[in-house]
């Protein structure tokens, strides 16, 4: 009944959005105008500030366009890759990047096809795709025996990089990983953000923030100001069909230690998901985050920072 409400949801949401253009575009996948991307980075740029530590921005080629990389931390730091999640663009790790760069080097890349600073040039990826691209990122900077901590969509899209051969990822952390061990815990709830989609409105959008985030008062003006925008603008969440929870053999597959993080009041996960993570992967550790909801780096920054740094060191 989940799974069926879940591919309602976004069926409706999928007719709803392509009804408005008779011709696919891969832009469709990001702005429309030169006006909305001016605006959206405009707010992007203003919300990495937040980072408040020193960082550079490159841009990299890739076979399906550039895929743009924050880097910070020291040079001599172990690796980490930071992927971030839907629309929520690498500016989201503002609460818990100044504990993570202290004695790692951050390659924090955005997504390619969200609105952020990478840009698409090519036909939608699909999930092998997506390793090629990431695979890309990491061959440029010569990443070996790196760590990687997903969040959301981020976190199924560091799962799915896990169960290839093909790179050489360490230390796992997922943070309230979307699609990943299960279809969403409460899709009527979920189902919100799809409808904000469809007919967005700042109202409409605090009210969903309401919904993920138990501390929503948290959230930085400025960040918010920013993902509200990649909310209205984003045509990105077609995606979201071929993110199918991984089958029991795919995650025997994964050898590597992993972190799971969920928020008590999760409404994308439950203690549900991290009982099959339990059993499903072979080095596993787990963690509930009292008083925290899918945001649960903002509504918890400094419980999920503790356990991220003890779990890494």
């Known amino acids: 009944m989940l799974k069926l409400y879940f591919r309602l949801a976004v069926v409706l949401f999928l007719v709803t959005s392509c009804s408005s253009s008779k011709k696919a575009k891969f832009d469709d996948y990001v702005f429309k105008t030169r006006t909305e991307e001016v605006k959206y980075q405009t707010a992007y740029d203003k919300a990495l500030k937040l980072w408040n530590i020193p960082y550079t921005e490159e841009d990299v080629k890739t076979s399906f366009g550039t895929a743009h990389v924050i880097i910070a931390g020291p040079k001599n730091g172990k690796d980490l890759v930071l992927l971030h999640g ?30 952020n600073k990478s840009n698409l040039t090519t036909k939608p990826l699909s999930s ?14 010569k990443l070996k025996k790196f760590d990687i901590i997903g969040a959301s969509r981020g976190g199924w899209i560091a799962t799915l990089l ?48 309401s919904t993920f985030s138990t501390h929503p008062e948290n959230i930085s003006v400025i960040y918010k100001r920013q993902f509200y925008l990649a909310n209205k603008y984003a045509k990105s969440n077609s995606s979201m069909l071929k993110m199918m929870p991984f089958s029991d053999k795919e995650l025997e597959s994964i050898q590597n230690p992993v972190l799971i993080l969920i928020g008590d009041k999760d409404v994308i996960n439950s203690e549900e998901s991290l009982d099959r993570a339990k059993k499903h992967l072979v080095n596993c550790k787990t963690k509930t985050v009292k008083d925290a909801g899918h945001f649960l780096t903002i509504d918890q920054p400094k419980v999920v920072n503790d356990a991220i740094i003890n779990f890494l060191d």
């Open 86 to 115: 839907m629309d929520a663009s690498s500016t989201m790790w503002y609460p818990n990047i100044k504990t993570l760069a202290k004695n790692h080097r951050i390659y924090a890349i955005d997504f390619i096809m969200e609105p």
């Open 162 to 209: 896990a169960t290839q051969k093909s790179n050489s990822i360490d230390k796992i952390v997922l943070l309230s990983p979307a699609q990943t061990f299960k279809f969403l815990d409460k899709p009527r709830k979920t189902s919100s953000a799809l409808l904000l989609k469809l007919f967005p409105s700042e109202k409409k959008f605090s009210k969903t923030l």
């Open 128 to 141: 092998d795709n997506i390793v090629v691209f990431y695979n890309e990122v990491f061959s440029y900077y």
